[in-house]
């Protein structure tokens, strides 16, 4: 089973060279530390950087310069900053190639439930409205259950939607999994994951064709 770090290790595997990335909160800030070095790929963050590089060591922090979770992080030569309006015209102008995203709740549809839990206070639902609004290619990186063992990956989302049949792929701790019309097919496995530890963790319909190979990280 994978750790937040082999999530995203995985999905690194996703980028491809030129690619405009944008990272969500979370999980997906760490995807930056695992892109080849052999390709050249630009992160956007939504607060108004483009150009943003891995995270910095300890020691090396600059708290002028942070991505929209606040985060501080680094920028590569060439990198760029800018004003929200700016950046959103990047985001629903669709000039991002691939949305990386976190996730509460993901349903068999693609619908993604990722900004609010009833009961807590939440200040907005943020970017995540315009990204999953306007990218044609969106993969969420989550853990397949919730802490009391519960999956995430439901028939139909319980939590306040983000974006309806949006999501297309969606790597866990336990798979990868590709969102289709006729549910989740299950396309790979974490080391040390049978198929049948994914398929009760699973909610949602699950397709299962063939021998599933496990990741290769």
């Not at 590089?53 to 992080?73: H, L, M, S, V």
């Not at 306007?134 to 993969?139: D, F, L, Q, R």
């Not at 999994?177 to 790979?188: A, D, Q, R, S, Y």
């Amino acid at each position: 089973m994978l750790d937040k770090n082999g999530i995203a290790k995985r999905i690194a595997k996703e980028v491809k060279d030129g690619y405009y990335v944008n990272l969500g909160i979370g999980i997906p800030t760490l995807v930056a530390n695992y892109v080849r070095d052999d390709i050249e790929v630009e992160f956007q963050s939504e607060n108004g950087v483009l150009g943003m590089g891995p995270f910095p060591f300890e020691g090396e922090e600059d708290a002028d310069i942070i991505n929209a979770g606040k985060q501080t992080i680094t920028t590569l030569p060439g990198a760029s900053f800018f004003d929200s309006a700016t950046s959103f015209g990047m985001i629903r102008g669709q000039h991002v190639d691939l949305t990386i995203l976190g996730a509460m709740e993901v349903s068999e549809n693609g619908d993604i439930a990722n900004w609010k839990i009833p009961g807590k206070m939440v200040k907005g639902m943020g970017g995540a409205m315009d990204l999953v609004a306007s990218a044609e290619n969106i993969i969420v990186a989550m853990m397949h259950t919730n802490r009391a063992g519960a999956s995430k990956l439901l028939k139909k989302c319980s939590l306040p939607l983000t974006g309806v049949g949006c999501v297309k792929r969606i790597v866990t701790n336990m798979a990868v999994i590709e969102v289709t019309p006729k549910g989740f097919k299950l396309l790979e496995r974490a080391p040390g994951v049978s198929v049948e530890d994914i398929k009760k963790a699973t909610e949602g319909e699950l397709i299962i064709e063939g021998d599933i190979p496990e990741m290769k990280l």
